[in-house]
Nanobody, 119 residues
Framework: QVQLVESGGGLVQPGGSLRLSCAASGRIFSINDMGWYRQAPGKQRESVIA???????VYADSVKGRFTISRDIAKNTAYLQMNSLKPEDTAVYYCYADCPGCSGPARSWGQGTQVTVSS
């Protein structure tokens, strides 16, 4: 089963930057897509960004030009660089990893990390 550990959340002022990490471990055969969802208070969880094993990226319109995702295949780690943060980016961010060849569920989730954008 794949375990995901997130890090890097916190409090930042509008216009600031944060970098989230999502490290996968466990009985990993081959992780395909990795990415992040976020959930703001009172709202549904929404997809933010994703990256395939081959490096193709998909962004929500709300974060295009501000957020960048990358991954280190050898380390099974994905990174989310968030720039020009806005108060509406405040949410709990959950990373995920898709690994259909691994034992356990095909999609694994991180524990979530709080990102708060406020002055």
């Amino acid at each position: 089963q794949v375990q995901l550990v997130e890090s890097g959340g916190g409090l930042v002022q509008p216009g600031g930057s944060l970098r989230l990490s999502c490290a996968a471990s466990g009985r990993i055969f081959s992780i395909n897509d990795m990415g992040w969802y976020r959930q703001a208070p009172g709202k549904q969880r929404e997809s933010v960004i994703a990256i395939t094993r081959g490096g193709t990226t998909v962004y929500a319109d709300s974060v295009k030009g501000r957020f960048t995702i990358s991954r280190d295949i050898a380390k099974n780690t994905a990174y989310l660089q968030m720039n020009s943060l806005k108060p509406e980016d405040t949410a709990v961010y959950y990373c995920y990893a898709d690994c259909p060849g691994c034992s356990g569920p095909a999609r694994s989730w991180g524990q979530g990390t709080q990102v708060t954008v406020s002055s």
